[in-house]
């Protein structure tokens, strides 16, 4: 065997032992890994590019959260995220043909359909975002996540960067007892809402944002305002007959969708809120209780959008 080939095979096992040594895993550096994305996430509410109640997959790339619906998507930049919660629900619509599963229950005769219903329950996480967009407003994503994983994500994303504390409700208006004309309410334009303060009461996170969210999505949707603005936005401070709309909830009760199918009599969930509409000196324009609730089917989390519901027919009857 020539001599240069012999010098080769004696080193080789050399230049083996030092590739080893040096590689990121044995010298405690950690080897970043492709994330696999995480499937079964259903949108309830928040992504202004995604319908509600869609299926898709959740993953956290290049410095942000995306969400991936087939045909349409919504991407979060990490840095803009302010809160990360995380609570559960027991619910059938996580199940895709669930809302089929509540018809069968509702016409099996006698109790069967109720049973039917309640052994197809399954419980999941509920992971709410809270971030700013460019403006500074705030919006807050409602995602249901399969049990065990929102944890896991929460931790992710803040070590991606994401914050985790709630903003602040903002600066409440002076009280004001001036009420203005009629005529006055006609030609206010712009509305800007904020995020239900919680006061004493104890309630998730997400229930709270869902009411947000929802209610912007009702607003907008509807005529009576041009401009509907979020909390904090930075483009309504030029706006002169903005109005600011703030909710504050008076009680909570939570039920469980599966009492509620199987007793028809029990388990509701309600929010009581105190709605009112000011004008930047403080002064009232509106004041108004408002009861939202979920009585038979639908998710715990469906009586946000009764309040939201509610809250915008009593903006219609008055402005």
Do not use: C, W
Request: a positive charge; glycine letters at 8%.
């Amino acid at each position: 065997m020539p001599a240069s080939v012999r010098v080769s095979l004696a080193v080789a096992p050399v230049l083996t032992v030092f590739a080893l040594a040096a590689s990121p895993a044995l010298l405690g550096q950690s080897v970043p890994l492709p994330e696999v994305p995480l499937a079964g996430v259903r949108h309830i509410v928040g992504l202004d590019t995604v319908q509600s109640q869609r299926f898709g997959k959740l993953s956290l790339q290049n410095g942000a959260l995306r969400f991936d619906a087939g045909n349409s998507q919504a991407t979060i930049p990490v840095t803009s995220i302010v809160g990360v919660f995380i609570g559960s629900e027991a619910t059938q619509s996580n199940h895709k043909g669930g809302r089929t599963l509540e018809y069968v229950a509702l016409v099996a005769p006698y109790y069967s359909g109720r049973a039917i219903s309640a052994m197809t329950r399954t419980h999941v996480d509920i992971l709410t975002l809270l971030y700013l967009d460019s403006n500074n407003g705030l919006h807050s994503a409602i995602l249901s996540l399969p049990k065990e994983t929102a944890a896991t994500m929460r931790m992710r994303l803040i070590g991606a960067g994401a914050h985790n504390a709630a903003p602040s409700a903002g600066v409440q208006p002076p009280p004001g007892s001036q009420q203005p004309s009629q005529s006055k309410l006609q030609h206010l334009q712009a509305i800007q809402i904020e995020p239900p303060d919680a006061g004493n009461i104890s309630i998730p996170v997400e229930f709270r944002y869902a009411i947000y969210e929802r209610l912007i999505e009702r607003v907008r949707n509807g005529a009576k305002f041009q401009k509907v603005f979020r909390s904090g936005d930075r483009e309504a401070n030029s706006v002169a007959d903005l109005v600011v709309l703030r909710a504050t909830l008076s009680r909570f009760k939570e039920g469980g969708e599966t009492k509620r199918e199987l007793t028809m009599v029990a388990g509701g969930t309600v929010v009581d809120v105190n709605a009112a509409v000011s004008q930047r000196d403080g002064t009232v324009l509106l004041s108004k209780n408002v009861q939202g609730r979920v009585l038979y089917f639908g998710e715990n989390l469906g009586v946000a959008n009764d309040v939201a519901k509610r809250l915008t027919k009593t903006l219609d009857q008055n402005f």
